[in-house]
């Protein structure tokens, strides 16, 4: 199966990643210094190997971790590992995973490390001095992003990238006193200078250093929070787990699911969740982000 990358944006940098998929981008190999780790309620955390990390560091990442994991439980559920390994590295250690970052500043990124077996549960890398820049809320909502990438099994699912960002961002953003209008900025104000998308963000507009990154993870995020408002948490969890299941592949097969058979169980996952079709939920989600776009200061 090909391999895939996804990448976040929020609060100005991009944050979060899955990679996924038969072999990482590149044979990412990021070794864990074992000697200094910090626990706390199944939440691991480690340095990377050769790098130093005081252990306050890994504490408050522990405990971010864990405040994560409650957060993803509370909408998602707790039917997940939630065995949540984290390591704490540096941009190098990053790029190993992602490639090169073209300069934007990846804080984090979910990804299963070669040689995993399928099973095996998927990590969380932190960029070091990324995370260290970021405000205490920053960094929750970076960690929670990632966590619920790690409670969906982002690292196997098929289903489309705003659909994967889209939960993961309303879960993370849930609970925040953060207003969409601020979370999903840039999506908006490019809408309010030329109106909405015809279309849900492609899979190729989330692709790290894209220059639409930052908009279509807003637009993502606006989707999944209009489906939940609409429709109930449960009608989103239940797109995302109908669509990823009619798409699922087994580890052994070549080749994605083509973009009609993305389309044909993305409709059909939207229509038994809600009874409306997709169509209904993009104009929905159109007028919804003109909304947004003319009340954002």
């Not at 894209?210 to 948490?233: F, H, K, M």
């Not at 169980?265 to 989600?285: I, M, N, Q, S, Y």
């Amino acid at each position: 199966m090909n391999p895939k990358v996804i990448v976040g944006f929020t609060l100005g940098v991009f944050v979060s990643g899955v990679v996924g998929c038969g072999p990482p981008v590149r044979p990412a190999e990021v070794p864990s210094n074992t000697l200094a780790t910090a626990s706390l309620a199944g939440a691991e955390v480690v340095a990377a190997s050769g790098t130093t990390v005081p252990a306050d560091l890994l504490a408050e990442v522990a405990r971010t971790a864990d405040r994560g994991r409650r957060s993803v439980d509370a909408v998602w559920g707790s039917n997940w590992a939630r065995s949540v390994t984290v390591v704490v590295g540096t941009r190098e250690d990053v790029e190993e995973v992602l490639g090169p970052t073209t300069g934007l500043p990846a804080a984090a990124v979910t990804w299963r490390p070669a040689g995993s077996a399928p099973s095996a549960a998927a990590q969380v890398l932190i960029d070091e001095a990324v995370w260290r820049s970021l405000p205490a809320s920053a960094q929750q909502v970076v960690l929670t992003h990632e966590l619920v990438h790690v409670a969906t099994g982002s690292v196997e699912s098929q289903a489309p990238r705003w659909l994967e960002e889209g939960l993961a961002d309303y879960i993370a953003w849930t609970g925040t006193t953060v207003p969409v209008q601020t979370a999903a900025r840039e999506a908006l104000e490019a809408i309010a200078r030329t109106g909405p998308p015809q279309a849900l963000p492609a899979d190729s507009d989330f692709e790290l250093g894209g220059l639409s990154a930052g908009a279509a993870y807003g637009e993502a995020y606006v989707a999944a929070r209009l489906i939940a408002q609409t429709y109930g948490v449960d009608a989103l969890l239940e797109i995302y787990r109908g669509s990823s299941a009619d798409l699922a592949r087994p580890p052994e097969s070549a080749g994605s699911p083509t973009a009609i058979e993305v389309e044909a169980a993305l409709e059909k996952a939207v229509r038994v969740a809600t009874g409306a079709g997709l169509d209904d939920l993009v104009r929905a989600w159109q007028a919804e982000l003109a909304r947004l776009a003319s009340t954002t200061p």
